[in-house]
């Protein structure tokens, strides 16, 4: 079984600011994790994944997130936001243990910036 | 990269009528597509895999009869909303499969179903 929290369904910040959504996720197997963002009535665009390598994954868009084992946390950071992202973000969980990779997905953090 | 087309991007359509929405895999062989529903401000939530040659699987609580699902080759499932009602108006997004775990999904552009 998976599940993936996201911990704040709203986030807000101004322009130039950090930006920390945060996720966390269980798997009874080794989780591939991502990161989606949607613009309104638009699919989703993946900014990152993490499959095992490397703990700090770089994205698209100057995203980063770090996967941590021990807090069972997958946290998405941006060191200065633009009015650009402003977009829903979702974090989601796929583990290699089920059949067909189904994604498991978090209830999304919607990401305002102000001006 | 794998591109996953759908279409329409939008549709409105009258109470009691039929709607199909179509997703092509592009560039790959797609044997498995799932299929999501999302409603305004909420997350995806999966109603349905399709499997090319063979019955749709359906998640729990979504009726089989009203979400027709059909895979009759290696590149096309369709999703048939049959006799839509006002409230089947959702955002319904289909995916691919990457082929491993770590490949994620292959999203199409979804398609914004209205019903009046």
């Known amino acids: 079984a998976q599940s993936v929290t996201q911990l704040d369904s709203h986030v807000s910040v101004s322009e130039g600011t950090p930006v920390l959504l945060r996720c966390n996720y269980s798997s009874s197997y080794s989780p591939s994790l991502f990161w989606y963002v949607q613009h309104p009535n638009k699919g989703l665009q993946l900014l990152l994944k993490?499959?095992?390598?490397?703990?700090l994954v770089k994205g698209i868009n100057g995203f980063e997130a770090e996967f941590k084992k021990s807090e069972t946390s997958f946290h998405l950071t941006k060191p200065s936001a633009h009015m650009s992202d402003a977009a829903e973000y979702f974090c989601v969980v796929s583990s290699s243990g089920g059949s067909n990779y189904k994604l498991t997905f978090g209830k999304g953090t919607l990401l305002t910036v102000n001006p | 990269g794998a591109v996953v087309s759908q279409h329409p991007s939008w549709v409105i359509c009258k109470s009691g009528t039929s709607v199909k929405i179509e997703c092509r895999s592009l560039d790959f062989q797609a044997t498995t597509m799932f299929w999501y529903r999302q409603f305004p401000k909420q997350s995806l939530m999966l109603m349905a895999t399709?499997?090319?040659?063979?019955?749709?699987?359906?998640e729990q609580g979504v009726e089989k009869d009203k979400f027709l699902i059909n895979h009759a080759s290696l590149t096309l499932s369709t999703l048939t909303v049959t006799s839509a009602h006002p409230e089947d108006s959702s955002f319904y997004i289909c995916s691919a499969p990457g082929g491993q775990a770590s490949f994620g999904g292959f999203f199409g552009q979804g398609t914004r179903l209205t019903v009046v």
């Open positions: 399709s499997n090319e040659g063979s019955k749709a699987t359906y």
């Open positions: 993490y499959t095992s390598a490397a703990t």
